[in-house]
């Protein structure tokens, strides 16, 4: 499989709070479905393990993928789509207004408008991925990203049913993003699957009401470590009256 192709994005991660890149990218973008990590097809064998008929499913920055319409195509007929741009909820709902069972809402990811409980699965697809689009270190990720994914999580936790799935489609490897979903106060247990052909995508999926595992404890304890100190660099002075040999101890 090959990679998702390069996408504008923001030029830090503080612009995804500005709702104006969003409206433009999607305006020069227009309605065409445009799909990260592959379309439905390519990991549907992996998100049905996950998936239980009469599901109510919550689809977190739907973008312009046709994901939302192959779920309610597969027999889910309970899809609301969220979206950051109005631009995008616009144009995704004229061209899906034939379906009823798709709901659109203009919606910011860090502050979900629905009630405790609400959703049997909440589902994003690369959305995380671009709120951490800037981050140059995978192993030390910066005090806003952290807060940003936790923002966004918590939230997800809240309007998860007892039971519910969040799922969680992304390029980045478990030993990277299983530290973020591993964070007690989020109530989940964690499991995760690959896909693709040479280039590797992963599937997470988190259970509300399960227990974290011992592992993705201590995973999850270690996002909050300060990094590790580079070791000291050891120079040689230069002396007159030293010699270099016996100075490496030759």
């Known amino acids: 499989m090959e990679r998702p192709p390069r996408r504008r994005l923001p030029d830090s991660n503080a612009r995804y709070r500005e709702r104006s890149f969003w409206e433009s990218r999607y305006r020069d973008e227009g309605a065409d479905p445009t799909e990260w990590f592959g379309g439905l097809e390519c990991f549907r064998e992996q998100l049905e393990t996950a998936l239980n008929p009469g599901d109510r499913i919550l689809v977190l920055g739907c973008g312009t993928s046709a994901l939302s319409y192959d779920l309610f195509q597969l027999g889910y007929a309970d899809v609301t789509s969220i979206d950051y741009s109005g631009t995008c909820i616009s144009s995704m709902q004229s061209c899906y207004a034939h379906c009823p069972g798709l709901h659109w809402a203009v919606m910011d990811a860090r502050t979900l408008n629905f009630v405790d409980g609400s959703f049997d699965v909440i589902l994003e697809k690369g959305t995380l991925d671009s709120m951490m689009v800037e981050e140059k270190d995978p192993w030390n990720v910066s005090q806003e990203a952290r807060m940003l994914l936790d923002?966004?999580?918590?939230?997800?936790?809240?309007?998860?049913?007892?039971?519910?799935?969040?799922?969680?489609?992304?390029?980045?490897?478990?030993?990277?993003?299983?530290?973020?979903?591993?964070?007690?106060?989020?109530?989940?247990?964690?499991?995760?699957?690959?896909?693709?052909?040479?280039?590797?995508?992963?599937?997470?999926?988190m259970t509300k009401g399960e227990a974290l595992s011992l592992p993705d404890q201590a995973l999850g304890r270690s996002l909050h470590l300060r990094p590790a100190s580079p070791p000291p660099v050891c120079r040689l002075q230069d002396s007159d009256d030293e010699d270099y040999l016996s100075a490496i101890e030759l």
């Open 151 to 205: 923002q966004v999580l918590t939230e997800v936790s809240r309007v998860l049913r007892p039971g519910g799935r969040f799922i969680s489609i992304t390029f980045a490897q478990p030993h990277f993003r299983k530290r973020h979903y591993a964070q007690p106060a989020y109530g989940w247990s964690i499991r995760h699957a690959s896909y693709g052909e040479g280039f590797q995508y992963f599937l997470y999926v």
